[in-house]
Nanobody
Framework: EVQLQASGGGLVQTGGSLRLSCATS????????VGWFRRAPGKGREGVSC????????IYTDSVKGRFTISSDNAKNTVYLQMNNLKPEDTAVYYC??????????????????WGQGTQVTVSS
């Protein structure tokens, strides 16, 4: 059974940092991508970042470029999202997702096959 476990959310002040983790298990494929998405109150789900297992290629949505960094530890089957200089508009429930059909990263949620539960990130002003 494929499982994704997101953790690391919390309450932080503007300008602070958090590191989210996404532990994955239950699958064996040669290539895949893991994405981070978020859903802010009253808004739709937004793609934040993605990393490809094959070569570590990454993509980011424009609003987080320069502030967020995605990375993966293949030995631990874990993907991280380091979030620096957080802003109130980053407040959302953050989800990680696994894309095993097609190796390339995407910020479109419909391209992902498995989802973890969310972790709440709240940035106070």
């Amino acid at each position: 059974e494929v499982q994704l476990q997101a953790s690391g959310g919390g309450l932080v002040q503007t300008g602070g940092s958090l590191r989210l983790s996404c532990a994955t298990s239950g699958f064996t494929v040669d290539g895949y991508a893991v994405g981070w998405f978020r859903r802010a109150p009253g808004k739709g789900r937004e793609g934040v970042s993605c990393v490809e297992s094959s070569d570590g290629s990454t993509i980011y949505t424009d609003s987080v470029k320069g502030r967020f960094t995605i990375s993966s530890d293949n030995a631990k089957n874990t993907v991280y999202l380091q979030m620096n200089n957080l802003k109130p508009e980053d407040t959302a429930v953050y989800y990680c997702a696994l894309k095993i059909i097609g190796l390339s990263c995407s910020l479109y949620d419909f391209e992902y096959d498995y989802w973890g539960q969310g972790t709440q990130v709240t940035v106070s002003s």
